[in-house]
């Protein structure tokens, strides 16, 4: 396994069940800084008056609610070293509200709450904080057993768009290990009792047994077994991650159409395209130039137009950072 491999990036939860591909090198994602977080307003800017989106930097983007497998919660209660992360798990389990035998997920009232306001409340709003989220010590009391979405989110991507995919298909999978060994662990937990038999009343044990039979799998000590995202699954995944090598240029490039743009003082330009989260600052006389992009031209002729008519010579690496980044895309 090497150093800043995909495996070691990731809660070592996950280790036993990922196949070779996660010794492949993790992309890094140095923009995304979560102990001086990068959607904060920077000093002397109003974020009500911006036209930019910034987090509260009290909650940050710990607004959210993580749906956690029922072996997750019981590795919290099992194993946690953190006696608040093991008290906040044990007072969402007794709330009940969003609580079954496979799964804690948000309560009813949030997710309507959420669902209506997650543009404008999310990293914003604290009535969507985490239940987990400690305010006193400003970090995740659970972070060592969070879930494949808490595990994968990034505000800004070192490779733009297709960063954003990797990481979104590296999510799905490993929801698919998540449902397929809390859909297991259960059946270990309750053997051939109904479910109602074996965890009304008794939450907190069942929760610690479906992460006993977790850990004896991972340990090799289980002699039954989930059936585990196929082949189909970890293609989709390994897809995602070879776009984030070097970017072929499309023979002919536009400007892209839903692209929002906001003039800064010193003449350079913000620009927003796939990411409201991430800006990106432009020399005005480069934007204006990617006018010279258009159906009817080639890359290379448009180049060349940018040349003559602006004085400036656009290098391959920058053409693909643009495209990274959406703001030119493939002609239709």
């Given at each position: ?6 495996r ?5 939860h996950y ?16 923009k ?13 800017v ?16 710990c607004t ?7 072996y997750?919660?019981g ?7 953190d ?16 609580v ?22 999310f ?18 009391s659970i972070?060592?057993w ?6 994968t ?21 490993l ?8 859909r297991?662990a ?7 009792r ?14 610690r ?11 090799g000590?289980s002699t ?17 991650y ?7 240029l ?29 800006p ?13 992009f ?8 448009a ?8 004085g ?21």
């Amino acid at each position: 396994m090497m150093p800043g491999s995909l495996r070691d990036v990731l809660p070592s939860h996950y280790a036993a069940f990922l196949p070779d591909f996660f010794d492949s090198p993790a992309p890094q994602e140095p923009k995304a800084t979560c102990e001086q977080c990068a959607m904060c307003a920077p000093a002397g800017v109003q974020p009500d008056a911006s036209p930019f989106v910034f987090f509260h930097p009290d909650i940050k983007c710990c607004t959210f609610h993580p749906v956690l497998p029922n072996y997750l919660a019981g590795a919290v209660l099992e194993e946690s070293n953190d006696a608040e992360g093991c008290r906040r798990m044990s007072d969402r389990i007794h709330a009940g509200d969003g609580v079954s035998a496979q799964w804690i997920t948000p309560p009813q009232e949030y997710n309507e709450h959420f669902s209506a306001q997650r543009h404008r409340g999310f990293g914003r709003d604290a009535r969507f904080l985490c239940p987990y989220f400690s305010r006193e010590h400003h970090n995740c009391s659970i972070w060592a057993w969070r879930d494949a979405v808490c595990a994968t989110f990034f505000c800004k991507y070192e490779k733009g768009e297709d960063g954003q995919a990797f990481w979104r298909a590296l999510r799905d999978y490993l929801g698919l290990i998540e449902g397929a060994l809390s859909r297991w662990a259960l059946k270990q937990a309750c053997g051939q009792r109904p479910v109602t038999d074996c965890f009304p009343g008794r939450e907190a044990d069942f929760f610690r047994q479906t992460w006993r039979a977790v850990r004896a799998l991972a340990e090799g000590t289980s002699t039954s077994r989930p059936e585990l995202p196929g082949a189909d699954a970890l293609k989709r995944l390994q897809d995602a991650y070879a776009r984030l090598g070097v970017v072929s240029l499309p023979r002919r490039l536009v400007p892209n159409p839903e692209m929002k743009r906001y003039p800064a003082v010193d003449g350079s330009v913000f620009v927003i395209s796939y990411n409201s989260y991430e800006p990106l600052q432009l020399p005005g006389e480069v934007l204006t130039a990617l006018s010279e992009f258009t159906a009817g031209r080639s890359v290379r002729e448009a180049r060349q137009a940018v040349i003559t008519n602006h004085g400036l010579s656009l290098e391959d690496d920058l053409l693909r950072r643009l495209v990274r980044f959406r703001v030119l895309v493939a002609a239709p």
